[in-house]
């Protein structure tokens, strides 16, 4: 196996268009907004390369709605976009919905209504945080290059995409706010590594803007890696400091989530580094560039491997046997090689929809 250290791939909230091809037009009768309140955010750059929709910011699972009749003709996964629904409306016309929190609640074929609700709003894909990706197609062949502005789209046809709550005068640093309660008085820190205190963030409702993998607080059994960017109630300075999600009266060891429990973004630069697992292959395992690829990319040979975290994807089976888990790993063999998806069914010990390491603990999720 190829030994070689792997940098942590930081994602960005920009989406890697899914393409939609539209087969011919489709009745519509009126326009609506996607959203009913939201902010819009991360607006539309052009075609590829760039930022070809709009980010419209709602609280997961808020309703997602046709903005006007059609056809569905794509309801399905992409790493970019997550879940996501592609409609065809009259004259070709395209509308692309990414970063649904789950499986869409139409199918390909089905024919939508104008404001009918076809998913909810989450984060799945290349995404930070809760919001969608709503794009706008011209032509009958829908792909990232033939997009067009959503914002002047809609308005030619009534609808006032900016009409929303409108978004904060200084934005956050990164993202949110997101709101958190703390059990106790927390020390503030001007890094996720620093021991000099600046000042301290009151116990209670607060909130955060994103969170930094930095030093450990806690002991063996309660403890916490991940640290909160924030502002503190006292302190100098006491802007754009950290505090330890140690103290957030929610959750477990090594998790950092909102009062509502969605996963607070990771800060710029602050992902949790990759750690090894040792495994043991009982049979060369094919490698996929993802968890829901069916494009063989290369393999890893059987016997002691590593791997660095788990992701949930298409099962494998064979009998009573299966794994939906995938571990992220390098390959032996095949180009690329590196930071390639094999089966957690290839693994020698434990059983179905299990995946840990050969002395037994779990593999994080990725």
């Given at each position: 196996m190829r030994r070689l250290a792997v940098a942590a791939v930081l994602m960005t909230a920009s989406v890697v268009a899914a393409q939609l091809t539209l087969a011919g037009p489709a009745q519509a009768a009126g326009w609506v907004r996607p959203l009913e309140n939201y902010t819009t955010s991360g607006g539309y750059t052009g075609p590829q390369p760039g930022h070809n929709g709009v980010d419209i910011i709602a609280p997961a699972n808020t309703d997602i709605r046709a903005v006007s009749g059609g056809v569905v003709e794509q309801a399905q996964w992409d790493n970019g976009c997550g879940w996501y629904v592609g409609i065809r409306h009259s004259t070709?016309?395209?509308?692309?919905?990414?970063?649904?929190?789950s499986q869409p609640l139409v199918s390909v074929g089905q024919s939508v209504s104008t404001g009918q609700v076809i998913g909810h709003v989450g984060s799945t894909g290349d995404s930070g945080t809760p919001h969608l990706h709503f794009?706008?197609?011209?032509?009958?062949?829908?792909?990232?290059?033939?997009?067009?502005?959503?914002?002047?789209?809609?308005?030619?046809r009534?609808?006032?995409?900016?009409?929303?709550?409108?978004?904060?005068?200084?934005?956050?640093?990164?993202?949110?706010?997101?709101n958190v309660t703390t059990f106790a008085n927390a020390p503030g820190y001007a890094s996720a590594t620093s021991t000099t205190q600046t000042g301290t963030l009151n116990a209670g409702t607060n909130y955060v803007y994103c969170k930094y993998w930095g030093r450990n607080v806690g002991n063996s059994t309660s403890y916490n890696h991940w640290w909160l960017r924030t502002?503190?109630?006292?302190?100098?300075?006491?802007?754009?400091?950290?505090?330890?999600?140690?103290?957030?009266?929610?959750?477990?060891?090594?998790e950092a989530l909102t009062?509502?429990?969605?996963?607070?973004?990771?800060?710029?630069?602050g992902a949790k580094p990759f750690e090894q697992y040792q495994v043991t292959t009982y049979g060369d395992a094919p490698g996929f560039s993802s968890e829901w690829s069916t494009t063989l990319s290369g393999w890893l040979y059987g016997g002691g491997n590593?791997?660095?975290?788990?992701?949930?994807?298409?099962?494998?089976?064979?009998?009573?046997?299966?794994n939906?888990?995938?571990?992220?790993?390098?390959?032996?063999?095949?180009?690329?090689?590196q930071n390639q998806y094999v089966?957690?069914?290839f693994l020698s010990n434990w059983g179905n929809d299990e995946g840990f390491a050969d002395n037994g603990v779990s593999i994080p999720s990725c």
């Open positions: 070709n016309e395209g509308t692309l919905y990414c970063h649904m929190i794009q706008t197609h011209l032509g009958t062949s829908t792909d990232e290059y033939n997009t067009t502005d959503p914002m002047t789209f809609m308005a030619a009534g609808v006032n995409l900016a009409g929303g709550n409108p978004p904060p005068t200084n934005p956050p640093p990164s993202g949110g706010p997101y502002d503190l109630d006292s302190g100098s300075p006491w802007q754009n400091q950290y505090v330890s999600a140690y103290y957030l009266s929610n959750w477990g060891n090594d009062d509502n429990g969605v996963t607070i973004p990771t800060c710029s630069g590593y791997v660095y975290c788990k992701v949930w994807g298409r099962e494998i089976s064979s009998g009573s046997s299966f939906h888990w995938w571990l992220k790993t390098d390959l032996d063999s095949g180009s690329p090689w089966s957690a069914y």
